[in-house]
């Protein structure tokens, strides 16, 4: 593998774990922000809901694609293209 690829790979896999820890830290944070309103908390319970299900199952296809992100051929790594 050329230092070029296994750079690219490095800066790849930093991005991609960088962007699921953002991801929940934005949800930990709305999740200790206290509601003002009945209407907020009822917000919040819907985000919270669809946080647990839909947003976890999400991210786990991601993570499933992202480790077949990364091939080998007669021995050596290469990256495939993925759009995220």
Do not use: W
């Not at 830290?25 to 999740?31: G, K, L, P, W």
């Not at 009945?38 to 839909?54: Q, W």
């Amino acid at each position: 593998m050329t230092q070029h690829n296994q750079t690219y790979l490095q800066n790849s896999a930093l991005f991609f774990s960088y962007s699921i820890c953002k991801e929940f830290e934005d949800i930990i944070v709305r999740a200790l922000t206290v509601p003002k309103s009945t209407e907020e908390l009822v917000e919040m319970g819907r985000y919270m809901l669809y946080a647990n299900t839909t947003f976890n199952g999400e991210d786990e296809g991601r993570v499933g694609s992202n480790d077949s992100a990364v091939g080998t051929t007669d021995g050596h790594a290469i990256a495939q293209s993925r759009t995220y």
